[in-house]
């Protein structure tokens, strides 16, 4: 992870914990170079998937399709 105060591309996790909604994760995070301290979160994205058919036309994925 980028650094925002130095720019410097290696950090260390030093600790990581579910945030607040339960689905996010907070990071702290410390820069090598600089020594400064910042925290990231990370969200999950839920990818929206498209089926291409025969026919090439496309819809949207349905697990429900599959049973």
Sequence with gaps: MKCPF???YDTRVVDSR?????SDIR???HCIKCEARF???ETRELANFLVEK???RRE???REKLE
């Excluded at 579910?18 to 339960?22: F, L, S, T, V």
């Design 18 to 22: 579910p945030a607040a909604e339960g």
């Design 54 to 56: 025969k026919s090439g």
């Design 39 to 41: 925290t990231t979160y």
């Design 6 to 8: 130095c720019g410097y």
């Design 60 to 62: 949207p994925y349905s």
């Design 27 to 29: 990071r702290r995070r």
